[in-house]
């Protein structure tokens, strides 16, 4: 019999719960640790859709990359956008096990699936000093700037892109799913030609022009949706005899009108 605990366990020595940045909430989040567990539904965000679907799927476990909830909660009610979700897991016997930045950093995480997704050379960590989530990449080939736009769209599945800096060839590039701008300057400094990230500010496209580096913006989404596949993938091969479902509940959540 496999319990939620012998998941966690597995996912703990895959994308180890203490390497988790401090304001993060990764972890065993909802349930009952001892349950059995035979289906497993794995999603990006743990959104009332998804446990929805994981109730009709019969899941007793939803495994996701982002927590669930982030702060502590006085109470627990339906009333409550964060409230209802916990009510709805535990009225219907469902477990949840969050991976998050613990799972940026993990090798075949988050930035290492990007990497993979968007068909290049992975050269390891891109600040190595400061930290461990970005990753420095490199194509076969220079790919002109408009062929890398339409790249990192299609690759990743993206509703659309933010980008700005200069439009030249990219070779060089460094890349963190998720909120990732902060090393800008990192890829700059290692001679990126370009770097992909997510949620970029005003000042930080404009940072981009300064440095001559361009920058993309592919969204939340679509930069760490890429690591869904890989903990199916992981839980699979480790526990052939549950069946793992991927939610196809939930989309990249923002358009664009242009």
Not at 27 to 38: M, Q, W, Y
Not at 129 to 148: I, Q
Request: with cysteine; aromatic share 8%.
């Amino acid at each position: 019999m496999t319990t939620v605990k012998d998941v966690l366990a597995f996912l703990d020595s895959k994308a180890p719960l203490t390497t988790q940045l401090g304001f993060d909430n990764a972890g065993f989040l909802c349930g009952d640790a001892a349950a059995e567990v035979r289906r497993v539904l794995v999603a990006l965000d743990i959104t009332d859709g998804v446990i929805a679907e994981a109730a009709g799927f019969g899941a007793e476990l939803i495994v996701s990359h982002h927590p669930v909830c982030f702060t502590p909660m006085k109470s627990v009610t339906t009333d409550d956008l964060t409230g209802r979700k916990f009510a709805a897991m535990l009225s219907g016997g469902i477990s949840a096990i969050c991976m998050h930045t613990n799972l940026d950093a993990a090798p075949g995480g988050v930035n290492d699936a990007l990497c993979a997704a968007l068909g290049a050379e992975n050269l390891g960590l891109l600040d190595p000093e400061h930290d461990t989530m970005s990753r420095l990449c490199r194509f076969a080939e220079p790919m002109e700037h408009g062929a890398f736009l339409a790249h990192v769209k299609s690759a990743l599945g993206a509703n659309g892109l933010r980008f700005a800096g200069p439009e030249k060839p990219v070779r060089i590039f460094g890349i963190c799913g998720g909120a990732g701008a902060d090393f800008i300057p990192a890829a700059a400094e290692r001679g990126c030609d370009a770097y992909i990230t997510a949620d970029v500010k005003h000042h930080q496209f404009l940072m981009a022009d300064e440095l001559g580096i361009a920058l993309v913006d592919a969204g939340h989404f679509s930069t760490e949706n890429v690591v869904v596949p890989v903990l199916a993938a992981w839980l699979g091969g480790r526990f052939p005899e549950l069946d793992i479902r991927m939610a196809g509940s939930y989309t990249q959540p923002e358009r664009f009108y242009v």
